[in-house]
């Protein structure tokens, strides 16, 4: 495929392939907790999970297909009922209960079409926290319809008892309106040379995300990549350094890239070996550069803004 000059999209050579394949792995028999931290496991979900340690996840971020019509390479979805969906859900959830600790969060992805099924299915294991739901910014117009543009996010726990740094996810959005107090101080803000900002905290509807697309560095092909910003939401707000996360639908691998460079460790399952081997990439190159576009000085910039320089180096939401 040719590619514009500018386009900065994640690709793999047959030399690539060949190394990152090596470097992959299968759970064939039961495996220890130090047998899974950090691995890609190119499995299908449904015989990897057996395999995995009893009650050793802090952090489950599952990404599985929606409930319509898509191609994963070779792989096909087809959209089904409601109920279909969601005994498909179950099918997979249920055997998920064991390897979570009983202080491990859980966060769903969906759409409008399947949300429902995944609050109902989710209920059945988990208690429900709330629902996020974030504006995709990219979608198709439509005539007869209202263009679609937003995905949810269900928040589960497996008790009471969870972890949830709310600090550590605080917002830095610019301000409007710079209100002062009665002596001309400011009000709730801060003004620097990049203009006047607030730190405001973290609600259920996130504006601030940007779709991964050709000129971001993080961009690979998979159809349904998410955006290192929101998987740095969820693991720092539900995890601490060096727990072990856990996605159960890997794709390209933002969850196990994004829970490296934030210091904690990581097992993704995912069967397609191309996507593997993109993830296995993409981990070599957080070894790197553990910069994360949108998030700097331990907190998330608005869409759009520029943080403070750090070290002479600017980062842009």
Request: one cysteine or more.
């Given at each position: 495929?040719?590619?514009?000059?500018?386009?900065?999209?994640?690709?793999?050579?047959?030399?690539?392939?060949?190394?990152?394949?090596?470097?992959?792995?299968?759970?064939?028999?039961?495996?220890?907790?130090?047998?899974?931290?950090?691995?890609?496991?190119?499995?299908?979900v449904f015989t990897a999970l057996p395999n995995m340690a009893d009650q050793c996840v802090d952090l489950?971020?599952?990404?599985?297909?929606?409930?319509?019509?898509?191609?994963?390479?070779?792989?096909?979805?087809?959209?089904?009922?409601?109920?279909?969906?969601?005994?498909?859900?179950?099918?997979?959830?249920?055997?998920?209960?064991?390897?979570?600790?009983?202080?491990?969060?859980?966060?769903?992805?969906?759409?409008?079409?399947?949300?429902?099924?995944?609050?109902?299915?989710?209920?059945?294991?988990?208690?429900?926290?709330?629902?996020?739901?974030?504006?995709?910014?990219?979608?198709?117009?439509?005539?007869?319809?209202?263009?679609?543009?937003?995905?949810?996010?269900?928040?589960?726990?497996?008790?009471?008892?969870?972890?949830?740094?709310?600090?550590?996810?605080?917002?830095?959005?610019?301000?409007?309106?710079?209100?002062?107090?009665?002596?001309?101080?400011?009000?709730?803000?801060?003004?620097?040379?990049?203009?006047?900002?607030?730190?405001?905290?973290?609600?259920?509807?996130?504006?601030?995300?940007?779709?991964?697309?050709?000129?971001?560095?993080?961009?690979t092909d998979h159809p349904t990549q998410k955006p290192e910003k929101l998987l740095a939401k969820v693991?720092?707000?539900?995890?601490?350094?060096?727990?072990?996360?856990?996605?159960?639908?890997?794709?390209?691998?933002?969850?196990?890239?994004?829970?490296?460079?934030?210091?904690?460790?990581?097992?993704?399952?995912?069967?397609?070996?191309?996507?593997?081997?993109?993830?296995?990439?993409?981990?070599?190159?957080?070894?790197?550069?553990?910069?994360?576009?949108?998030?700097?000085?331990?907190?998330?910039?608005?869409?759009?803004?520029?943080?403070?320089?750090?070290?002479?180096?600017?980062?842009?939401?």
């Open positions: 495929m040719n590619r514009a000059p500018a386009n900065r999209t994640l690709t793999l050579s047959d030399e690539d392939l060949a190394r990152y394949k090596a470097t992959l792995a299968k759970l064939n028999s039961a495996s220890a907790v130090d047998d899974l931290r950090d691995k890609l496991i190119c499995q299908d489950m971020f599952a990404d599985p297909p929606y409930n319509l019509n898509k191609s994963f390479n070779d792989r096909k979805f087809r959209k089904t009922s409601i109920d279909e969906y969601a005994e498909w859900l179950d099918s997979w959830l249920a055997q998920t209960v064991r390897v979570l600790k009983p202080t491990a969060s859980i966060y769903i992805c969906g759409d409008w079409r399947c949300s429902a099924a995944i609050h109902r299915v989710g209920e059945k294991y988990f208690i429900p926290q709330n629902r996020i739901t974030w504006e995709r910014e990219k979608g198709r117009g439509a005539k007869s319809n209202w263009k679609n543009c937003s995905e949810d996010i269900w928040f589960f726990t497996v008790s009471e008892d969870y972890y949830f740094d709310v600090e550590a996810v605080m917002l830095k959005r610019q301000v409007i309106a710079p209100y002062t107090d009665p002596n001309g101080a400011p009000k709730d803000w801060t003004e620097s040379e990049n203009g006047r900002f607030r730190l405001t905290h973290p609600s259920n509807l996130w504006t601030d995300l940007t779709v991964p697309y050709w000129s971001m560095p993080e961009n693991i720092l707000a539900s995890s601490r350094e060096a727990d072990l996360v856990f996605d159960p639908f890997n794709g390209s691998g933002t969850t196990t890239v994004v829970a490296k460079k934030l210091g904690r460790h990581y097992v993704g399952v995912e069967i397609d070996e191309t996507y593997c081997c993109l993830a296995a990439k993409r981990l070599d190159l957080a070894s790197i550069n553990r910069s994360i576009q949108g998030y700097a000085d331990g907190m998330f910039w608005e869409r759009n803004t520029k943080s403070l320089p750090r070290k002479g180096a600017k980062t842009q939401s």
